[in-house]
């Protein structure tokens, strides 16, 4: 029934003194003042004013990201290790967080913990949001009785993992932007810039030449079959997104592509490499089986081709086989990982050895996704060139053709 009460939209704003008699004020989700009051009052808090506030405060709030989630572990850890009860901390937690919508699943949360639920519990009936490692993390570290520890762990995995994804797609983003721009720059001249020199060009009473030519045809085939050429684009990007959501063979497919391109497919491959270790190392770094750390693991490398690697791997290390050997038979991983687990292994220090290999492999993303950008740019500004200088030159042939003529 806790539950219910927390989810309420209705929204309360607050004023009242601390312990030092210091005014303060801020907002709370709640049922009701009552339940306001009493969670002020076990924060030491002297309420001397409660608002209710309209429901379009709090309602929506925006999307809950998985930066949202890295910084909710990252400030529960700190609250705990400070000494601050749990309850206590989701109320501190959810009313230091500005986006509304992680703030009703903090209070959520905090309710099931009330009714007499575990955290890794409460965390499991949000699997929007919290995955199976993240809540087999907790479950160890409620069991082993260093919850903190394992949510800074969790924090700091989630914070790497997360940086990056953000550092490849913003690798991508931008050369996507600049190219759609110059798309777009060259359809507008195709459609409104072409036509006008093409009825200067009419009464020069000449043949035009063949680039010329070529490029006043096109012009007249994006303007009249430009709407069939739009629906066609759409058409087929939206089957791709639908494919490559509900179809594992077809992501499958374009993973598996993806790593043989040139350039970006290292860059990807590096990447998946980066957040196998770094989930392994987290994971046993938890007390977590290995067999059972591996089937997390699989999941979080962000491409099916490693996963079903991953899983091959587990099932291997499940009959007896070592973790070295059952990674070498998938022929996916360097030399310089599989030497560095065999060390991990021999040594009983998995953990650290596969946080080192995750350390190395995250700094040469960040590399290679530089050294990408640096490459991408002059390549970007090449198209661009022979995309609009091309038109440019083309509109222009005639007319020296025609001074030379002169």
Avoid at 29 to 45: F, I, M, S, T
Avoid at 109 to 135: C, H, M, N, T
Wanted: aromatic fraction near 8%.
């Amino acid at each position: 029934m806790a539950n219910t009460a927390v989810v309420s939209d209705t929204g309360f704003l607050w004023e009242g003194t601390d312990r030092n008699g210091k005014k303060i004020k801020g907002k709370s989700l709640a049922n009701n003042e009552a339940q306001v009051r009493a969670d002020l009052r076990r924060q030491g808090v002297v309420p001397t004013r409660i608002k209710k506030q309209s429901r379009g405060l709090f309602a929506g709030g925006g999307k809950i990201t998985t930066g949202d989630i890295a910084l909710f572990s990252r400030m529960l850890a700190t609250m705990l290790s400070a000494g601050i009860p749990l309850v206590q901390a989701f109320e501190i937690v959810a009313s230091g967080h500005e986006n509304a919508a992680m703030q009703k699943l903090i209070l959520t949360i905090k309710g099931d913990v009330e009714g007499g639920s575990s955290l890794a519990e409460a965390l499991a009936k949000q699997p929007l949001y919290f995955d199976d490692l993240f809540v087999n993390l907790v479950e160890s570290g409620e069991q082993a009785g260093a919850l903190e520890s394992l949510l800074e762990k969790i924090a700091t995995y989630k914070e790497k993992t997360e940086a990056i994804k953000k550092k490849i797609k913003k690798a991508l983003t931008y050369p996507a932007a600049v190219l759609v721009v110059a798309l777009v720059v060259t359809t507008i001249l195709l459609i409104f810039v072409i036509p006008s020199f093409e009825d200067l060009f009419q009464g020069f009473g000449a043949d035009l030449p063949s680039f010329t030519r070529m490029i006043i045809d096109l012009s007249f085939f994006v303007r009249t079959k430009g709407f069939y050429i739009v629906i066609l684009i759409v058409g087929a990007v939206s089957t791709f997104l639908y494919f490559q959501k509900r179809s594992r063979p077809f992501r499958h497919f374009l993973d598996r592509l993806m790593l043989k391109m040139p350039v970006i497919g290292p860059i990807l491959e590096k990447a998946a490499i980066a957040r196998y270790a770094r989930t392994l190392s987290t994971m046993f770094a938890a007390g977590v089986p290995l067999v059972e750390a591996l089937e997390s693991v699989a999941g979080a490398t962000g491409n099916i081709v490693y996963e079903i690697a991953v899983l091959q791997i587990r099932d291997e290390v499940a009959t007896g086989q070592r973790l070295q050997q059952a990674m070498e038979s998938t022929d996916l991983f360097p030399n310089m990982v599989i030497q560095m687990i065999a060390v991990g292994e021999e040594s009983g220090s998995l953990d650290e050895m596969s946080s080192k290999v995750a350390d190395f492999y995250e700094a040469d993303v960040d590399d290679a996704v530089d050294n990408l950008s640096s490459l991408l740019e002059p390549m970007i500004m090449a198209i661009l060139g022979v995309l609009v200088g091309g038109l440019v030159v083309a509109m222009y042939l005639p007319i020296f053709k025609l001074g030379a003529v002169v």
